[in-house]
């Protein structure tokens, strides 16, 4: 049974930063490429960020470019996403999503597994 869980999320105000973490289990995703995308209410899955298994290619969507970064420690078994100069519009549930390849991908329907998400909200 793999899982991936979300942490990290919460409330934040304009300007301000969180770290999401995501821990799998029952799979050692080293060898994987991982993704974070979110979702906002009414809106469709939106491609954030993702790297590679090594962790040496990583790519951000135009959005969260020079804000957030992606980053692995395959020795815990777990992806971040650090997210600074927060915004409204970066409000949306994330999620972590795996792959069962080593290349990075932009593409959701490249991924194998998914996390149930964590609510990240961004106020003034």
């Known amino acids: 049974q793999v899982q991936l869980v979300e942490s990290g999320g919460g409330l934040v105000q304009a300007g301000g930063s969180l770290r999401l973490s995501c821990a799998a289990s029952?799979?050692?995703?080293?060898?994987?490429?991982m993704g974070w995308f979110r979702q906002a209410p009414g809106k469709e899955r939106e491609f954030v960020a993702t790297i590679n298994y090594g962790g040496g290619i990583t790519y951000h969507a135009d959005s969260v470019k020079g804000r957030f970064t992606i980053s692995r420690d395959n020795a815990k078994n777990t992806v971040y996403l650090q997210m600074n100069s927060l915004k409204p519009e970066d409000t949306a549930v994330y999620y972590c999503?795996?792959?069962?390849?080593?290349?990075?991908?932009?593409?959701?329907?490249?991924?194998?597994?998914w996390g149930q998400g964590t609510q990240v909200t961004v106020s003034s």
């Open positions: 999503a795996a792959r069962t390849s080593a290349g990075a991908t932009m593409n959701r329907y490249d991924y194998n597994y």
């Open positions: 029952g799979r050692t995703v080293s060898r994987d490429a």
